[in-house]
C-alpha cells in the first residue's frame, strides 16, 4: 500500500538507486553546486505545494476589557454571581444589616397589636422589615444632615 511506513534502510537504498545517475555525471565543483542548489529549489518546491493547500485558522482577536458577554451586575449580587462587594470592609458597611435597636422597634410595634390579627397576619405573609434609609454624616463634625462639603 502507498501508505505503508518504510524502515530508513529501505529509503536509502532507493534514493542512492535514483540519484547514482545524476551523480554519475558530476566531476567538477561547479557541477555539484549546481547538482545541489536545483535538488534545494525541488525541495522548496514541493514544500511551497503542500503549504498551498493548507488552509490556516484566522487569528484569534483578543479584546481589551470584559467579555462582550458579561452583564453589569450590582454588589449586593455579590462574587458568586459576578459582582462585585463582600470581599472588602467597605462593600459590607455600604449596606447596612438590621441592628438589635431595630429588631427591639418592631417586637414594640406587635406588642401593640391584638395577639389574633397578629397570627393571622403571620398566616397570611412574612412581617415586614423596616427598610432603613443612609444618613449622611459630616467627616469633620460628625453631625447628620450634611456633608463635609457643606459643613457649617
Do not use: W
Request: hydrophobic share 20%; net charge negative.
Amino acid at each position: 500500500p502507498p501508505t505503508q511506513t518504510l524502515s530508513s534502510r529501505d529509503v536509502y537504498h532507493e534514493v542512492q538507486a535514483a540519484i547514482r545517475p545524476i551523480l554519475s555525471t558530476v566531476q567538477t565543483q561547479e557541477q555539484l553546486s549546481t547538482l545541489l542548489e536545483s535538488l534545494r529549489n525541488t525541495q522548496r518546491e514541493q514544500q511551497d505545494l503542500m503549504n498551498e493547500g493548507r488552509v490556516r485558522d484566522p487569528m484569534v482577536i483578543l479584546h481589551k476589557g470584559a467579555p462582550r458577554t458579561a452583564r453589569i451586575t450590582s454588589a449586593r449580587e455579590g462574587p458568586a454571581r459576578g459582582g462585585g462587594g463582600g470581599r472588602s470592609l467597605r462593600a459590607r458597611r455600604s449596606f447596612p444589616q438590621p441592628t438589635q435597636q431595630d429588631e427591639d422597634e418592631e417586637d414594640e410595634e406587635e406588642d401593640d397589636q391584638p395577639d389574633d390579627e397578629d397570627h393571622e397576619q403571620d398566616m397570611r405573609s412574612p412581617p415586614r422589615k423596616k427598610v432603613k434609609t443612609r444618613v449622611y454624616r459630616c467627616g469633620i463634625c460628625h453631625q447628620e444632615g450634611h456633608n463635609r462639603k457643606k459643613c457649617p
